[in-house]
């Protein structure tokens, strides 16, 4: 087994692996998957169905086709639209949840949320089309909740938030016809199509695979953190801390993992409730102490400054601290391992989601009518759980970084446009004149294949050196922000032009902009520069790009696909399983460029991929006329 620190590049993390060198971790179960199997590797095996599974010899001495005859093209394609498929339904049925909550809250049906963000609700519901003067909020948001409701099931026509993309975009998606109709819809399109015997045609399932992409960038994920701002409210600059540290050695600590806001928003406010804390005194506690792991402890860190203690790689780390007394975890990103692990120890694995249960979790459905009913249950089920920490276990390492989080598409022109009026004209004036080369959105998960954040890091701190503003998401976000790069103070490794900026207007260089389906913050970011003018008609004629260095995850597959999708270059660290077919591979990389004006990158090395960003941003810029960045050294 390789020592902690090659496994990890964070400090808490390499100290909790050598406190516990028995432990079961992703990194131990990867390594005994090794070799893993090439053939899924490459995209070249399938078992859609049962004449199958079948696999392709790469090499071509096996055979060259399945059984029902599908080549290496067919198999690869259609796996990888099913993992659109099922990241887009994974992000959309988020949204879908949120949007539930909207309307009960508005039907007055729920004891946990209210309105928070008026000013956002009627902005939504003008562009919805719904009448707002003099009318009760509740009914606006009812009506806001209705109309997103139904963007779920429609069956024709498009999806309302296309509109917000430029013209030029929503002909090419017209053009090759792959508007989205519905965001459901496009899932079982993708399913049906990858069905044994229908869509045998690689570029057929692509152009579906983007169509069920759009369905999610542009319709439930962008639902979901609209109706989330209206719901829990709009982030704000906020500032917290970071990393196992925030772990607290004489409080009742709960955990919330996962990724819906609902459950841990509430949790908030339960934490803070009188009562608990009085009871958690009673029990020996100096408190209750929430912290998150993944997106659902962005939403909360955004929205309320409740500190994050990881990301992906580091839930059964913050379990081996000996000080967790209550895991809470909703769905997605939630390794079916902390089971076990809970098994020895004395934390509660609660899982909380009727379609996310684990083994030995303890399952207290959550229920938004009665949402701060349970989620003081929960609190308590912690509390009564705090005697039972063992003193002599517990090892939580002194390691947390502050950091600065919760910009939005709305406070980033608030802050760069200055004190009296909201204008992304400062931020587009700052790329044209060159201090800032441009922007790129480094969003994406953890993965064992790679050295844990090094390459978020890597990368992230090379652009920033070059004058290029970073925006960054999920788990790339708590990487970033472990490394004190979300602070202000990390203007000092910037370049001269990104620096300066950073110096006027007080921010960090790293924008840390939420959770994963806060992605879709960034469209909106772009689409307001695109609309403030100077910087071309459409998505592929801006300086930007993204990177997802260290990605694993379906959802992340969703992204990168509506992110290209949307003519917005995409550098990969790990490549797609689609190896196996050179057509494929081909058509990722460089073809279908010439469909939606951008294309896929494969590149392990975070250093190259700055150096392949910094030079596409260049080519832009010089299309667009602008004159070019001088490097510092
Ligand atoms: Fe094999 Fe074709 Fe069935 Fe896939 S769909 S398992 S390639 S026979
Ligand atoms: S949580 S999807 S590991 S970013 Fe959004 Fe992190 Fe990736 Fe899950």
Known sequence: MKKASELTHDKASREVLENNPQLETAWTRYEKMLPQCGFGEMGLCCKNCAMGPCRIDPFGDGPDKGICGATSEIISARNLVRMIAAGSAAHSDHGRDIVHTLLLAAEGKTNGYSIKDKKKLLVIATEYGIKTEGRDTNAIAKDVAEIAYAEFSQQQGELRFIKRAPEKRQKIWRDLKIVPRGIDREVVDTLHRTHVGADNDDLSLFLQGLRNSLADGWGGSMIATELSD??????????????????????????????????????????????????????????????????????????????????????????????????????????????????????????????????????????????????????????????????????????????????????????????????????????????????????????????????????????????????????????????????????????????????????????????????????????????????????????????????????????????????????????????????????????????VGAKFVFEADPVKTADMIVKLLDEKRKKLGLKPVAEKN
């Open 230 to 595: 209206i719901l829990f409210g709009s982030p704000k600059p906020i500032r917290s801390k970071v990393n196992l540290g925030v772990i607290s050695k004489d409080e009742v600590n709960i955990i919330v993992h996962g990724h819906e806001p609902t459950l841990s928003d509430v949790m908030v406010a339960a934490v803070r409730d009188k009562e608990m804390l009085e009871y958690a005194r009673s029990k020996g506690a100096k408190g209750i102490n929430l912290a998150g792991i993944c997106c659902t402890a962005n939403e909360i860190l955004m929205r309320h400054g409740i500190p994050i203690a990881g990301n992906f790689l580091q839930q059964e780390l913050a379990i081996a601290t000996g000080a967790v007394e209550v895991m809470l975890v909703d769905i997605q990103c939630v390794m079916p391992a902390l089971g076990d692990l809970c098994q020895c120890s004395h934390t509660k694995l609660i899982s909380t989601s009727p379609k996310a249960k684990f083994p030995f979790a303890t399952h207290m459905e959550f229920n938004e009518e009665k949402a701060l009913d349970i989620a003081k249950e929960i609190v308590k089920v912690a509390i009564d759980n705090f005697p039972n920490r063992v003193a002599a276990k517990v090892n939580i390492p002194d390691v947390t970084m502050d950091l600065v989080a919760g910009f939005t598409a709305e406070s980033v022109s608030q802050f760069l446009g200055g004190k009296y009026r909201s204008t992304y004209r400062p931020l587009n004036d700052a790329i044209i004149s060159g201090r800032l080369r441009g922007a790129v959105g480094i969003v994406g998960c953890n993965n064992p294949k790679q050295v844990h954040d090094l390459c978020h890091i890597r990368l992230t701190k090379e652009l920033i050196k070059r004058d290029v503003l970073v925006v960054t998401t999920g788990c790339s976000a708590i990487a970033c922000a472990k490394e004190g790069l979300l602070t202000p103070e990390a203007k000092d490794i910037c370049g001269p032009g990104l620096k300066e900026i950073c110096d006027t207007v007080g921010i960090p260089p790293v924008l840390h902009l939420g959770s994963c389906v806060d992605i879709s913050r960034i469209l909106v970011i772009l689409c307001n520069v695109l609309k403030e003018g100077g910087l071309g008609e459409d998505f592929s004629d801006l300086p930007v790009a993204a990177a997802a260095p260290e990605w694993m995850s379906e959802k992340a597959v969703a992204i990168a696909f509506y992110a290209v999708g949307s003519g917005i270059n995409t550098f990969l660290g790990n490549p797609f399983p689609v190896i196996g077919s050179e057509k494929v591979k081909k058509f990722l990389l460089e073809d279908i460029e010439n469909l």
